[in-house]
């Protein structure tokens, strides 16, 4: 028998901002969706507004569940996340919310800290979603 992959490419999510290069917003593959990573775009003015830490951890969160919405999931669906932040320091900063993002429940984490994110952005998560 042979394996046939069936990936779906999602690209145009509603209320979610748009690739900054050369990648799909997220794939649908083997009973998962993995989505990009999300920076603190607002999507209505098509750029990073937030300054702070915080706030663009609430924008990069709501960016995450625009994009779960289209696709008809939701944050407890997330089996995991990776958040990338550049200052460790700002760690206890987001950690309050994004567990209120996730209202209890738990995916699997790593957060690593990195030298820069793309536009100047703080945080970015990605995540991956269990489809079954």
Known sequence: MRYERRMELINN???VPAAVGPYSQAVKQGG???CSGQIPIDPAAGKIVATDVEHQAVQVLNNIRALLTSQGRKMSDV??????LTSMADF???N???EAAFDGHKPARSTVAVAGLPLGALIE????????
Do not use: C, D, R, S
């Not at 089996?79 to 990338?84: D, E, L, N, R, S």
């Not at 998560?125 to 079954?132: N, W």
């Open 13 to 15: 999510a509603p209320n």
């Open 92 to 94: 206890p900063k987001v």
């Open 79 to 84: 089996v995991k996340a990776t958040v990338f």
């Open 96 to 98: 309050p919310i994004y």
């Open 32 to 34: 998962f969706l993995f």
């Open 125 to 132: 998560i990605e995540v991956i979603v269990a489809l079954g």
